[in-house]
């Protein structure tokens, strides 16, 4: 009979955290299946996040990339030809450009300062799996989207509202980018960095750019004389001179 200070035996846990932990990447032969197709694709990135993770940690992450970023890019135009059909005419094929287009070209423009933050924070990361993960998050954003488009399309033809419109296509971009950058959280937490800080500064950038380029890209919705705007602006303006009218 062991006495009452007798550490603990090895088949009790010392460390509770130890058994919670969630087990190591490519342990389950699930997370291991290749990514094969389009559809493969997005279930791998709503119900199989790690499965995504695993793929771009092997060394031929080009296709899982192509495939998210191919997701990625239909689903933007679909739910870009559901805001221009709150206008009509131009806009059924200007705004979708200038969705897809405006989410590719603010995910380019940050991927540098990403990468550089990535090493800053101890990552052990390489080039291209900063562009899965961002790839990857994405995917998400715009397959969240295109769920959010039956609502859109009944609030586009049931309201003549520039402003009504635009504050609920904001709301749904706010949604499916907060769960796009959970997923990209995660993704970042398989690569022992030791610090967040870097990275959550990369959000605020990334949301700012994101939001100067709508503004850049205007009108996504309603309507306009040109195709892209001459005049410069800075989004808040753009916002105040929309409440405005």
Known sequence: MNPPNTPLSPSTPQNPSVDSAAPPLGGDPAEREPIANLVAAVEA??????????????????????????????????????????????QLWAAPVKVAGGLLLSALICLPSL???????????????????????LALMNVLLVGFAPVAWVFSQSTESVAVMGAI??????????????????????LQKKTDGGLRVWVVIFLLVMLQMMTALRPIVGTAASFLPAEKKFFLAHWSDCLGK
């Open 45 to 90: 990135i709503l119900r199989q996040p790690r499965r995504v993770f695993w793929q771009l940690s092997q060394g031929g992450a080009r296709r899982p990339i192509s495939l998210l970023l191919l997701s990625s890019i239909s689903c933007s135009l679909v739910y870009g030809l559901v805001v221009g059909s709150f206008s009509g005419g131009v």
């Open 115 to 137: 990468y550089i933050f990535v090493c800053l924070s101890g990552a052990q990361a390489r080039l291209a799996h900063v562009c899965g993960l961002v790839a990857g998050l």
């Open 169 to 190: 296509h904001l709301a749904f971009w706010f949604t499916a980018t907060g769960f796009g950058l959970r997923f990209l959280f995660a993704g970042f937490s398989q």
